[in-house]
């Protein structure tokens, strides 16, 4: 691993951890330019190291359960000829997100914990050119055989786990892949090649879903019966739910986290700030929910949960299936001295947050998925 990599293509980071590398969004760029995250920004989340793969050599080999097994070289994937090419916003999340917020009631004691303590920046939105996973399976490979069920992706990356090295291997279900654009082979970001950290040449965009299923320097990919037999797909990004108890918190009782949940943040002010005002209070953050739900209606209490605002619709950025919607409200505010401040968010299919985050805490401190709060001294 490299620090010229970072150095060339981060720009002001906040870091969790040099190795892996793993960079976080500062909130004064999360908002972006309104839409999407630039690159430079984007937050980093790595297993192992950083792969330096020459794009003209580069080639990605599908075989498993498919008619006809496939090496495709990026040329190949690129020739519009060959494939219809799809251009889809998307934002990604990594279900570490928010995840201080739950170390905060009781760290637990899983090795994400150790790995990525992210605050609210682990996620990020941008506009990725490739072709749909489903559209070369049919063209190139003459599609999958019926017993697929899962597509398996190998990353060229490595990581040591309990003394062993592996290959960072995860998968989506098929019936996820078949769906058109819900699955993409990426080479571009936000109009520019994929950057190195972000996986280059090529990776996955499974969308909705949890990033860890988004795999980077993707060379290899099996159409299996079951799910990747990859330690990240089985033994890691599990849902332990907080009344099993520790001593069950094992991988058996566990389920595997798929599409992230409806969740939102507030980014600016940050928490602790002092703000003189007079009557109205600007706040600004972001709101995103999964597995194809959008958000639908955003709402900010100045007082902890009782009161509860919705921020206008022309407040909120457009509706999109794939990606986050930016919000910014001035809040009405009457109170002086310490108050507290929480959004919560409703999605299409009308989910909403939990209150608190006790309520959605989980043993490996996954998807904290509860209304953000943060406190500000109001001075009217
Ligand atoms: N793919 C590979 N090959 N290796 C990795 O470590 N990390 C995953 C996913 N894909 C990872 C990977 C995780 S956990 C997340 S959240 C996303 O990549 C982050 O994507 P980004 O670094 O482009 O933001
Ligand atoms: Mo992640």
């Not at 972006?32 to 297993?47: A, E, L, S, Y």
């Not at 899983?110 to 990725?128: K, R």
């Not at 109009?191 to 090529?202: D, I, N, Q, S, V």
């Amino acid at each position: 691993f490299s620090w010229e990599i970072v150095q060339k293509e981060k720009h002001d980071m906040l870091h969790v951890l040099d190795f892996p590398y793993n960079g976080e969004t500062r909130p004064e760029h999360l908002l972006g330019d309104g839409k999407v995250t630039q690159n430079r920004h984007h937050f980093v989340r790595n297993h192992g190291g950083v792969p330096d793969i020459d794009p003209d050599v580069f080639e990605l080999e599908i075989g498993g359960l498919v008619k006809n097994p496939v090496k495709l070289s990026l040329r190949d994937l690129q020739d519009p000829s060959l494939f219809p090419q799809a251009e889809v916003t998307v934002t990604l999340q990594c279900s570490g997100t928010r995840r201080r917020e739950q170390i905060n009631v009781y760290p637990g004691d899983g090795d994400e914990l150790i790995n990525a303590p992210w605050g609210e920046g682990a996620i990020g939105t941008a506009v990725y050119r490739g072709v749909p996973l489903k559209k070369v399976l049919k063209r190139a490979c003459g599609g999958v055989l019926p017993e697929c069920k899962h597509l398996e992706f190998i990353g060229a990356d490595t990581y040591f786990k309990k003394g062993e090295v592996y290959n960072y291997a995860v998968s989506a279900p098929w019936r996820k892949v078949r769906a058109n654009e819900e699955v993409l082979l990426a080479w571009e970001m936000n109009g520019e090649p994929l950057p190195k950290l972000h996986g280059a040449p090529l990776r996955v965009v499974v969308t909705g879903y949890i990033g860890a299923r988004s795999c980077k320097w993707v060379y290899r990919i099996n159409a299996l019966s079951e799910p990747s037999f990859g330690p990240v797909q089985r033994q890691e990004y599990l849902y332990y739910s907080q009344q099993i108890g520790k001593q069950n918190a094992l991988v058996s009782n566990g389920f595997s986290i798929q599409a992230m949940p409806v969740s939102s943040a507030i980014m600016k002010p940050s928490d602790g700030q002092v703000i003189i005002h007079d009557g109205k209070i600007n706040l600004q953050g972001w709101a995103y929910s999964g597995g194809g739900n959008w958000v639908e209606r955003v709402e900010i209490s100045p007082d902890g949960g009782h009161v509860w605002y919705a921020v206008p619709p022309e407040n909120l950025t457009k509706k999109h299936y794939h990606a986050w919607r930016l919000w910014n409200y001035d809040v009405p505010v009457d109170a002086e001295g310490w108050l507290e401040f929480c959004v919560r968010t409703w999605d299409s299919s009308n989910n909403t947050e939990p209150t608190y985050v006790r309520s959605a805490w989980n043993w490996d401190l996954h998807v904290t998925s509860s209304c953000h709060r943060i406190k500000l001294y109001s001075v009217n």
